[in-house]
């Protein structure tokens, strides 16, 4: 096991050099020159150059990007200026409000999903898979802007029960005292109901987007997969042999099947963590994707290269665990290796 | 770990998270009548406006963290809301000012504190003058425009006593002492958190207060959210009414509206002229829009190189433009005409005035013809993505337009980030932009945008020595109060700027903020940020 997670990490290293050249150059090339932008309306030829000199953006880029480099060795990875903070700061704030709000949707998505896919393949063609269809492409080929959009207007706006998008916290309560980042963790951990009730009440809406996005893979994975293993002959054994259809479905059945569904957990968690700028946006959820396009928008070097390179490292780490993990569920991927 | 030992635990941890059994103890009952919850699209970046890139929006924090020597008073508007009154300027942290022949003297008010508890004194004034004009960027420019310049010229006399020595005879000198700029620090407190490299403590102020404003920062969550709290032992005026101010970041627009509709939210300026019109009829809240003072959108033309180097083709364009469609089409008559005068002379003093064209497609086709280019030509109109709200249409608008007259334009959409780059450049043949200047002196916006010097604001590259002569004398008799003369120059190049129309305006866009029948108390700024002072909440 030791030595897999060992040449898993040796086999990232590349990847992540690749990573930081790439979004060095990309970020250069990006039209805009940000020294123009934050110089303010009201700068001369003679200002601009006094904050390219600041910035350093004056120099060749090889010199740039040496200093660059030098600055990550140390784990420093610049300053932002659209926010005015380290960009190490605002993404060890912001990552844990993308990832507890990406979790929390992902977990609402498998509970909905995996129940939904095991019963359209059990009964094909019935009005239970239909139904899975139907939803899986809805939730799918709606831009998750507009459900976010839809579901506030309804569940806030309209009918009162959500409470307002204003971000992860009402603005009445004081996030709890910063542990992990995540607030209903930290607030758990400070023996605070009030808040964790209040953090909850703001997840509900934009977790429930993200989990209908999330639903169509999940789904269609599960059915697919399902579909398989039910057809194979241990199966019909199984079932052969007089084992209760629950017995057969959820034992035997879904445990093989399982596999292919955590791989696609693995791809849409990660994609939903960096992809889910857009209902950062409609909730204010002060996360990570949108920092990014802030940034990006206002051609604000760091925090781009910065995000780019932590969602990198994330993929890294996500599929390294979701190779243990099948190691963990599936003792055959352990022999294999 | 064992297959079994994983599946379980990861059973168990997820009944754990399903089934949070705690219940909400009795909520606190937050003062909320005291508190104002103010909502916005961007958030500010820096607590301190002399920071290199600080944003709009930080300059409210700024504006309400931290007192100027003087401040202006107020009046009423033509709809009768409070509106700020550049001509008269009020003590705010100074007790008295006082102009003699080349110097002011400022008496500092007594007991006056830092939010710290140390007291205000001269020589806290002397170093955040001499900061302003040292770091250089924006605030120096700023202090510039009022001709301070130099250290040498504060003196902190004694304790409470300030002067300033004045380099020239400037008119704009005390209205700049009013300006977000000149705020006061704390400079030992600075002092203390300044390093080798960084002598002006810019990276303390940064993320910190250091003033002695009515409000001071709670809570500073860059990019999501700032909790201010009333500072009481403020002298700067009378005690504000608010206890405590959230300002909370919501970029969709849309939700801003739904939450001012549900009254969850108690003001928002930054929401589509479409939202604010159908606010202003559906009358659930109060909307107010304010004329910007100096400002204008325009149609600038490249007046050096290009097909509009010719006076003739400006003015046929100045024909063609579709005015009336656009103040319905793109802006929802949320902005003040500027076109359709009876004829292109100056009616007054006051910028901006209405000019005399209006749309009419013979009559320009008749320039275009006296122009020499009957058949018209190909060029492009580039316009701010950033703002493409408004930009767009109104290009479209143009664009259909000006093809009547055989001028055909390619749209070229240019990035937010890079469109300073490109109006430096000058050589964008045909654009839409728009500009305001904080000053409301009309020299003071030709300065900027017509003057020779081709400052970038000269956006059409400009240069007319007549023009320039004007805008010269202008500034010269405004200095020496010379009525005659300054009304003279002012109409001189009102009028040149219509007939050679290298900008034409269209309006004059309204600063609209929507909030609650509660709140009263709003007061316009001429930097169209939120003032929290005199608001209250009912």
């Not at chain 1, 030791?2 to 990573?19: D, E, H, K, Q, Y």
């Not at chain 2, 005409?337 to 901006?352: I, R």
């Not at chain 2, 020779?452 to 320039?468: E, I, L, R």
Request: charged share 20%; net charge neutral.
């Amino acid at each position: 096991m030791l030595s897999l997670i060992l040449n898993r990490l040796m086999l990232a290293i590349p990847s992540l050099i690749g990573v930081v050249i790439v979004t060095f150059l990309l970020t250069r090339a990006l039209p805009g020159d940000p020294a123009a932008y934050f110089a303010g309306p009201a700068a001369t030829e003679q200002a601009i150059a006094e904050i390219r000199a600041k910035l350093g953006t004056d120099r060749p880029l090889i010199e740039q990007f040496g200093r660059y480099v030098k600055d990550l060795a140390r784990g420093e990875l610049g300053q932002s200026l659209t926010t005015g903070q380290p960009v190490s700061r605002e993404i060890a704030t912001r990552l844990p409000a993308s990832a507890e709000l990406t979790l929390i949707g992902l977990l609402l998505a498998v509970l909905l999903a995996v129940p939904m896919g095991i019963l359209a393949a059990t009964k094909p063609g019935s009005a239970v898979d239909h139904i899975t269809r139907v939803v899986s492409t809805a939730g799918v080929s709606l831009p998750v802007f507009f459900t976010g959009l839809l579901l506030v207007y309804v569940f806030y706006f309209r009918l009162g029960w959500a409470p307002s998008p204003v971000g992860r916290l009402d603005v009445f309560l004081s996030p709890p005292p910063h542990v992990t980042g995540f607030y209903l963790v930290d607030a758990l951990l400070a023996r605070d109901g009030e808040v964790f009730v209040g953090a909850l009440k703001q997840l509900a809406l934009p977790a429930l987007t993200l989990s209908i996005f999330a639903l169509a893979p999940i789904a269609r994975m599960t059915r697919a997969s399902m579909l398989a293993v039910l057809s194979s002959d241990f199966v019909r054994t199984a079932r052969a042999s007089g084992l209760s259809p629950a017995k057969v479905v959820v034992t035997y059945a879904f445990r093989n099947a399982v596999l292919p569904v955590i791989t696609t957990l693995g791809m849409v968690l990660s994609f939903l963590l960096g992809a889910n700028v857009l209902v950062e946006k409609v909730f204010a959820w002060p996360g990570i994707g949108s920092f990014a396009v802030e940034a990006l928008i206002a051609s604000d070097f760091a925090p781009v290269q910065g995000f780019v390179l932590t969602m990198a490292a994330l993929y890294v780490t996500l599929n390294l665990l979701i190779d243990i993990a099948y190691g963990l569920i599936d003792p055959r991927v352990r022999l294999d290796s | 770990m064992r297959r079994r030992d994983f599946l379980k635990s990861t059973a168990a941890v997820t009944a754990g998270l399903a089934a949070p059994s705690i219940l909400p103890s009795s909520a606190s009952a937050q003062a909320r009548n005291e508190t104002l919850l103010a909502i916005s699209e961007n958030a500010p970046n820096s607590q301190d406006i002399h920071g290199v890139g600080a944003n709009r929006p930080a300059y409210e924090v700024s504006w309400n963290t931290y007192d100027r020597l003087m401040t202006y008073g107020v009046k009423k508007d033509s709809s009768g809301n409070d509106h700020y009154d550049f001509q008269k300027i009020e003590p705010e942290l100074a007790e008295d000012m006082n102009v003699g022949a080349n110097s002011i003297t400022f008496k500092l008010k007594r007991g006056a504190k830092f939010h710290d508890g140390t007291p205000i004194t001269a020589k806290d004034v002397k170093w955040s003058f001499d900061r302003a004009v040292t770091v250089g960027g924006f605030p120096t420019f700023q202090m510039k425009a009022g001709s301070l310049e130099k250290p040498e010229q504060f003196v902190a006399v004694d304790d409470l006593t300030f002067r300033i020595d004045l380099l020239r005879k400037d008119h704009m000198t005390i209205p700049d002492l009013a300006v977000p700029v000149p705020a006061i620090y704390n400079s030992e407190l600075c002092k203390k958190n300044a390093t080798a490299q960084d002598p002006w403590a810019m990276e303390f102020t940064k993320n910190n207060g250091a003033g002695g404003g009515a409000y001071r920062v709670s809570r500073w969550q860059p990019g999501t959210e700032v909790v201010y709290e009333r500072f009481d032992e403020w002298k700067g005026g009378p005690l504000p009414k608010l206890k405590r101010v959230i300002w909370r970041t919501i970029p969709s627009a849309g939700n801003r509206r739904a939450l001012l509709e549900r009254g969850d939210a108690d003001i928002s300026f930054d929401l589509p002229n479409k939202d604010f019109q159908e606010l202003r009829a559906a009358q659930k809240l109060t909307v107010i829009g304010t004329p910007v003072e100096n400002a204008l959108q325009y149609i600038g033309m490249n007046a050096k190189e290009g097909p509009f180097t010719n006076p003739k083709v400006r003015q046929a364009v100045a024909y063609a433009i579709p005015y009336q469609k656009i103040m319905e089409a793109v802006l929802f008559g949320q902005a003040i005409p500027m076109y359709g005068d009876k004829d292109n002379v100056a009616t007054g003093l006051e910028w901006p005035q209405k000019h005399g064209y209006t749309t009419d497609i013979a009559k320009a086709k008749a320039l275009m013809a006296e122009a020499g280019v009957p058949n018209g030509f190909e060029t492009t109109m580039s316009f701010d993505l950033g703002l493409a709200g408004v930009n767009e249409p109104l290009c479209i608008l143009v664009q259909e337009s000006l093809a009547q007259i055989g001028i055909k334009l390619t749209i070229n959409k240019v990035p937010g980030a890079n469109w300073r780059n490109e109006l430096l450049k000058k050589n964008m043949p045909l654009i839409t932009n728009t500009f305001g200047g904080w000053l409301n002196y009309p020299e003071y916006f030709f300065f900027w945008a017509y003057h020779g010097q081709n400052a970038v604001f000269n956006t059409m590259s400009y240069q007319n020595p007549k023009m320039d002569a004007f805008i010269d004398a202008a500034r010269t008799a405004g200095a020496n109060a010379d009525k005659a003369a300054y009304e003279a120059a002012v109409k001189g190049f009102v009028d040149l700027s219509f007939e050679e129309v290298p900008r034409i305006p269209l309006y004059q866009p309204l600063l609209n903020v929507a909030m609650q029948k509660g709140i009263t108390g709003y007061r316009y700024w001429f930097h169209r940020q939120l003032d929290y002072r005199q608001l209250s909440k009912a």
